[in-house]
Structures are given as structure tokens and as C-alpha cells.
């Protein structure tokens, strides 16, 4: 099968008793000869399957999403759907899709009964040319056991290389090879499966799917998935083209989810917030404090402000009374709560209660009362099966609620927030939490690059960036205009400004005034320049207004020259850099002129045009 514009092409074949597939972009090979099957508890589904028959269809759909790097997405594909039997004739659908900017398949269970079915394991890979470089994530196995994808990625390496854990590696997985880039995750994840990873078991880069680690923290559950029929895996899906643009540009993820299920999304509404843990974490219990982050939030004019861990012991008021407060500032109130995973034979308390149904809608129904707009929902520690049904029983009490959901120390999105748009982002990324470690600060710069070609591509990214105050001991290496434009760099549907509001209230008026004006949703995003692992620029439109940034993650100087054809001519900027001295800004007016404009970062360093 080809894409629609006929560049990528999927073939499917034999090898002896197994099927593999491979995928070729405009002839270049982009996904050597991978293995195809799956192998259930009763039965088999990997050798000697029978060709049954096939179809083929169009899809192709508009749709709006309420955050993202573009809300308006068409979802625009040939699809081919192969039907194998087994030697007992039971069925299997294995279904393809080819975009124009990828391809993706998963497995399809028919029929109709109650028994529970187990998974023992899938045989589906992904072989990548030997010659590729890789940007791999470790799956992360961390003293907590919690594979919150929380790990630097590996910068440009070889591929077949063991990875530092002993799980494999994480999603997504980004790599260049025959002038391709080629990104590899996972999609329409649901209630029956498990969220899975990568390993490569004989380091020969042919990457396969692996369950979730049986010792996986907060679930006795078996890691393999189990359910009734009919029964449809996710899709593993890889993103293809000729450049960096392909990748984060891409909607791939998005579009292989089903349609919302809401269809009043008018109270979903993106929007930047303040958040105190960061700078200072037990005043989350401090009336006083809280109340002067919701003065500081209005006078930033953002949507938001986020109330951590420790809110129900509110010392000097109540939550209802400061809730009311943050009404009359217009500022909303986004709450923060333990996922209970784990939890569900302790006593009921807020620390779990999101573990027991009932007391879960009791809670987001009084939340609805108060007025609460958001929750941050944190600690789900596994991917088991078990957990990623909590994830949907979360997002339905809260649906039901108009309240909008965070996910924090949480799996990778898969494009939830196309069936569920209240899911404004999700965290599963080596955040400005770890920022008072000094390994985090000093590997920050180059990580800071990798993050909007491999993380952020797939969806909403909980950093909680734009930090200019340094955390504990720990000296941040960035510099401020570095800081300042991740505010653009990266994309999350609610935005958590993570530093003391001191630090921000400190600011030269004009970077104040842009963190004022910067939007969080996008009508487009477009890859401008940048190499993972050094530096990135890319340019966002909200409305008619452009946001331009870039940061480089090098120890010497980046000189970068911009061509904007997309940008009226004689179109005035305010053009944000660093000053001359350590943690200043300089500014000036620029305007395109249909030429290019040339900046200089220095190492380290950051640039916004707006």
C-alpha cells in the first residue's frame, strides 16, 4: 500500500513461517524487514497464518482539537486491512494505515464473547537501517520503580546498542538514517492493554514491543494484557520524511485516536498558570501565600493558578473562601491529588481517593461546586493494564464534571486528548522539578533540544519551565533568554510557570510583557531550524500573531539565519536575547522585509520573537 501522496510505501510478505513488513520513503528504506504477530494464551498468532483476504479504504476526516501545536487537523490516510487465519481458523485482522507524514498497525481480534483473553506477547517490531543515529530514551526503572519517563534521552548514538536499563527503552524513539527521520511511539492506547515500551533483545536494532516490567510499583497486576473479545490492540505507529519538520509538525498521534466523546468542550480552555510548590513547596498550606499568587496570577493576567500537594490542610482560611477569591480575580483554581494507585486497601483520604469510584464522583462533583477548574492528578507509577483503566476512570468522573485533568508522574500521551480533550497535559518528561540537582541544570541545555523532536511531538508536555532563580544549591546553566523561550519551545495546553512569583515580578518589562501576551494552544506550529541535541527554532501562530523561538544547547555559539516566507513583509518584531551580562535581557524592534534575519545565540542561550 502508498500513502496518499504516494511517497511512503508499506509492503507486507513472508519470512519462512512468519509475516514482516517493510516501509520506504520515496524508495528510501526507512523500516528494514520487521516482524508482524501476535501470540495469545490459547493460541498463536504468529507462524504459518493463511491469507484470508483483504480491503482497502480512505480515510479522511477534519477535526478540532482544544490544545495542541494545531488545533485544526485532518486525519488523512489509505487503509488496508489483511485477514489471517490460524491453523485452528481463528481469525486475525492485522490493519495498516499509510499518511503522507507516516504509517502505523495494530492487531484486531473478531468475534463476540465473554471469556477472558491473555496476551503472552507481541512479535511487533521495528528493524532500523544499522547505519541510523538514534535519540533513545531508557525506560525508566528508578528507585520508585515508576516508569514515569523521566530519563535524559541518549544523544545521537548508534543504534543496537544495550540500553542502560535492563527494561529497554521508552517511547517515542527518534532516528536519521537515508536522509530520513523516522520517530516510533504509540497510539489509541485504552483500557485493554497495558502501555508498552521498547526493547531490542539481540542489539541488532530491531526494536519490539515489551510489556510492562512484572515489579512495576503501585500494581500486583500481571503485566500482560487480558480481555474479552472482539479485541483491538494500539497502534505502533512511525512518523517518516525527509526532515525534522515531518517529525514536529506531525499529527500522526492524534489521528489515529477515535473522535471526541464530549461534545460540549466549551469549558475546556487552555491558558497559562503560576504554581508555588516549585519555589516553595509547604506553602501550598498557606492561605496568605496562595492568596497573593492568585494577586500575582491576575496581574499576568493568566488563566490559572495550580495548588499542590498539601491543600487540605489550608492554614489561615478555607479552600472555599480562597476559591472565591480567585474568582473574583478571574484567576481559576487547578488542584492537586494522588492517583491511588497503590493505595486501595488504605483507609479512604484524599491521598486516595481517586481509587474508589464513588468517592472519586463525590470529589468531582464537590469540585464542580466550588468552582474548581482543573486537577493535576500525580503518581500512577506503572503502565500496567490496571493503571491506564484509572487513567480512563479519572477522565470520565472528570468529564462528567467539567473539570479539566493534568496528568502528573504519568505514562506517555497517546493522543488521548482527541476522544477526551479535557486532557490539557501530561507530564512523562524530565521536568524543571529536577532542577535542584546539579546533574539536571548542567545537562538541561542539550536536553532542552531533544525534548521538541521527541516528547512534545506526541502530545502536551508538563515541563513547568521558565525558571530564572536557581533551585537549592543546584546553579542553572541556561540562560535567561534560554528560560524565557521555552515558553514557545515547548507546548502544554495549561502551562505551569514553575518559579517564585518573586522571580517573575522582577523581570525588565518587556520580558514580563511577553510571558503576559504568550498563548498555550496553537493554530500552527512550523519547524524552522535546529539539529536535536544543539539547537531548535520554531514558530507558532496563534490568531494572526507569530511567536518565534529558539535555544541553543551548546558550549559555543549558535549563529542561526531565519527565513520566514510565511511572514508578511515588513512585519515589526520585538526580538528578546540575551544581554551582554550573565542573566540580563536585550531588546529590539525587527522587521522581516522579506529577508532573513540573522541572530546570534550565544552558548547556552535563547531568542524570542513576537
Known sequence: MSSPDKKIKVSVSRAGSRLQYTVSYENRSALEASPLGIVREDQQFSEQLKFVSKSETTIDEAYTLRVGKRLQCRNYAKELTLIFENEKKEKVHIIFRAYNDG???????????????????????FAIPKSATAWLQPYDMNVRKKPCYEAFYENGIAVGGQSPNPAGWAFPALFHVNNLWIL???????????????????????????????????????????????????????????????????????????PSVIKDVSWIKPGRSSWSWWSAGSTTRDFDVQKAYIDFTADMMWEYTLIDAGWPEMKGGTMEELIQYAHSKNVGVVLWYHSGMGREKDTLSYANLMAFPEARKKEFQKLQQWGVKGVKVDFFDSDKQPVIQRYYDILR???????????????????????????????????AEGAGRQEFCDRAPVHNTILPFTRNVVGSMDYTPVTFTNKREAKRQTTAAHELALAVVFESGIFHFADNMKSYQA??????????????????????????????????????????????????EQEISLELPFIPEDKSFRLISDGIEPNTFASRAVKTNGKKILIKLPARGGFVLY
Open 397 to 431: 468522573d472528570a468529564a462528567e464534571h467539567k473539570i479539566m485533568v493534568n496528568f502528573h508522574g504519568s505514562t506517555l500521551p497517546r493522543g488521548w486528548e482527541r476522544t477526551y480533550p479535557h486532557v490539557v497535559s501530561m507530564e512523562s518528561v524530565k521536568g
Open 507 to 556: 523581570l525588565p518589562e518587556e520580558p514580563k510583557d511577553f510571558l503576559r501576551k504568550v498563548p498555550t494552544a496553537w493554530d500552527e506550529t512550523r519547524y524552522i531550524a535546529g539539529t536535536p541535541g544543539k539547537y531548535t527554532v520554531v514558530a507558532r501562530r496563534k490568531g494572526t500573531a507569530w511567536y518565534i523561538a529558539g535555544i541553543n544547547g551548546q558550549a559555543g
Open 103 to 125: 504509517m502505523a498497525y495494530r492487531y484486531y481480534f473478531p468475534g463476540n464473547d465473554n471469556a477472558k483473553h491473555k496476551i503472552m506477547r507481541e512479535e511487533s517490531g
Open 184 to 258: 516510533i511511539t504509540e497510539a489509541a492506547l485504552d483500557e485493554h492493554y497495558p502501555g508498552t515500551h521498547l526493547e531490542d533483545k539481540n542489539n541488532n536494532a530491531i526494536y519490539t514491543i515489551r510489556f510492562p516490567e512484572k515489579d512495576e510499583a503501585t500494581s500486583d497486576a500481571d503485566p500482560e494484557p487480558v480481555s474479552t473479545l472482539p479485541w483491538t490492540t494500539p497502534w505502533r505507529a512511525a512518523v517518516i520524511g525527509n526532515a525534522l519538520a515531518t517529525v514536529q509538525e506531525t499529527s500522526l498521534v492524534t489521528n489515529l485516536n477515535p
